[in-house]
């Protein structure tokens, strides 16, 4: 665990102490030990074939943890997801921290979930099956479930990475209600099923329509992968052609992220932003690469040549429909508020919203990044010159939401524009020389 830090270590630790805990009473339970074996097998082989077979899926077999809950008692129901985790296979080290944590994680949120359903007498609800009193209790253990796995990943994400204590648990227990809850749904099926005459073998059925949803899922995190493949070699066709400002796009992606999440944008819209930002200066690669290159100052006729990008980028990437939004900041992003701006001179409202977030990022990331012909400037007197162009050159609103995020996070770019050649980097470095010259 070398790589883990110790407080982490700690975290993980102390989750490890409670988990063992919590099966105590295991050795002295008069639970039907080849119900629980069964469950735990199961819980193993689904967890190895979503991982093999539906890379990238999430919440893969919660289902069977679930009707684990409804069906054993709480230390039973804690030991099902032990032999799968810890013995699931893992990506990233250290593996036997990783293994541990997430052994230890779901004991804990499948002990409490149990607790909760035993408590609102779920168990003979299950055996009865009493519908609709079967279902208060079911909610309350997937609500209990969400609520300890949130409160875990929470702590680790601020123990482990430092992430601040408000955000932390940002969002955790929202975003995992709905899809949980599907599976709560499918376990609780599972569990009636195992009670009712059919047995056993009618409630493994349930994992069927489990497995369409899985797949499904998968299908979508490929089609993700081809997008992701597809901005990265765009990007990469740009870094070739001029390596001027190296990570010049991944930092303005990582600015409008930071601005697009400050004005509380949902998750898809911040997604956008993020291949605007990357992608904003694609129509570069229609430019002759002696004018990009050029050392001394422009003509007028070469400066309306590389003017022209904005358009070739929206060219290139029209057909690509996953950008969406994307598409419009990438031709719009050198417009002005004041109507200054190009290719078509639009005011105010008239620029799309997408494009008023990347051109404050992109005039950030020219300012704050050191060129061969001046140095990089203090993040402060950056955000000054924004504040004075803003309402002129930039949305206000744009440049106070910069402005907050980075008060709050403070500026930490992946990439830096004076890296040399050998440095690992994200794989982008888009010129603009137009942003820095502002």
């Known amino acids: ?11 993980v630790g102390c989750a490890a102490v409670l988990a063992l805990f919590c099966l105590l009473r ?34 893969p077999v919660y289902a ?27 990506e990233h080290r250290p ?3 990783r293994r541990i944590w997430r052994a230890a994680r779901l004991a804990l949120a499948v002990w409490g979930a149990a607790r909760v359903h035993w408590a609102l007498g779920g168990r003979d609800a299950v055996v009865a099956s009493d519908f609709p009193y079967v279902l208060l209790p079911a909610v309350a253990a997937v609500l209990a479930f969400c609520l300890v796995l949130a409160a875990l990943d929470g702590g680790i994400l601020a123990v482990a990475e430092r992430v601040p204590v408000r955000r932390a648990w940002q969002g955790l227990l929202s975003r995992s209600l709905a899809p949980i809850g599907v599976h709560g749904l499918a376990g609780l099926m599972m569990a009636v099923l195992w009670r009712s005459p059919y047995g056993p073998v009618a409630a493994l059925l349930v994992l069927l329509p489990m497995c369409v949803s899985w797949w499904v899922f998968a299908q979508y995190h490929r089609e993700r992968a081809a997008h992701q493949a597809t901005i990265r070699a765009l990007v990469q066709a740009v870094d070739i052609k001029d390596g001027y400002t190296r990570g010049h796009s991944e930092r303005v992606g990582q600015a409008s992220v930071m601005i697009a999440r400050e004005l509380g944008m949902d998750d898809e819209r911040v997604e956008v932003l993020r291949f605007a930002g990357i992608l904003h200066d694609v129509g570069k690669l229609g430019v002759p690469t002696r004018l990009l290159r050029k050392d001394g100052p422009l003509t007028p006729e070469e400066r309306r040549i590389i003017e022209l990008h904005p358009e070739y980028g929206h060219e290139m990437v029209r057909g690509i429909s996953f950008l969406g939004e994307a598409r419009a900041a990438i031709l ?24 008023r977030v990347v051109a404050v990022a992109d005039a950030f ?20 010159e924004l504040q004075r162009c803003a309402g002129t050159q930039f949305d206000p609103r744009m440049v106070a939401a910069l402005v907050r995020a980075l008060g709050r996070h403070g500026w930490h770019p992946a990439v830096t524009a004076d890296e040399p050649e050998g440095t690992t980097a994200p794989p982008a470095a888009f010129p603009s020389r137009a942003g820095a010259r502002r």
């Open 365 to 384: 990331d020219a300012m704050t990044s050191t060129r061969s012909y001046r140095r990089a400037r203090p993040v402060p007197a950056a955000l000054e």
């Open 64 to 90: 069977v943890l679930l009707a684990g809950v409804f069906l054993l008692p709480p230390p039973a129901a804690a030991f099902v997801p032990l032999p799968g985790a810890l013995l699931a296979r893992v």
């Open 332 to 355: 719009h992003h050198h417009e002005r508020l004041d109507g200054s701006g190009y290719p078509y001179g639009l005011v105010g409202g008239q620029i799309p919203e997408c494009a």
């Open 26 to 59: 295991l050795p002295t339970l008069h639970a039907p030990w080849w119900a629980v074996a069964l469950l735990a097998a199961l819980y193993a082989a689904c967890e190895h074939a979503v991982r093999r077979r539906f890379a990238g899926a999430s919440h």
């Open 95 to 97: 593996a036997p921290a």
């Open 1 to 11: 665990m070398e790589a883990v830090p110790a407080r982490a270590r700690g975290y």
